[in-house]
């Protein structure tokens, strides 16, 4: 599990945006590549906390604690299910190369 984290990231790191803007000047196309991968990130997580909400609230786990494991667990299991790809970024990144002008 070490090592699937270290290749995907964790999913707070207060550096890796300041290193995608750096990275977009020097080479424009893999920080598209990794700026969709981190939306798709954010997808899940998002699609993840709706599905939760939707099957409501426990008694036995309801405390601000849980909550917050619950909410840091699902950012990370999305960062990990969009490292492996659902197919948003994928498309993502084809449909900006066409705006852009470049086949994929």
């Known amino acids: 599990m070490a090592n699937s ?10 550096q890796q945006l300041s290193q995608l803007k750096k990275q977009s000047h020097a080479q424009p196309e ?3 590549a990794e700026a969709a991968r981190q939306f ?5 997580q998002q699609m993840m906390k709706s599905m939760r909400e939707a099957g409501g609230e426990s008694e036995l786990f309801n405390s601000s604690a849980m909550r917050n ?7 990370q299991l999305a960062t990990e299910v969009a490292g ?3 197919g948003l970024a994928e498309q993502l ?12």
């Open 69 to 75: 494991y619950t909410d840091m667990f699902d950012q």
């Open 84 to 86: 492996k790809g659902i």
């Open 93 to 104: 990144l084809q449909q900006l190369q066409q705006q852009q002008g470049k086949k994929p």
């Open 30 to 32: 893999q920080a598209a």
């Open 5 to 14: 984290v270290a290749s995907v990231g964790l999913a707070i790191d207060v």
């Open 40 to 44: 798709e990130a954010l997808f899940i």
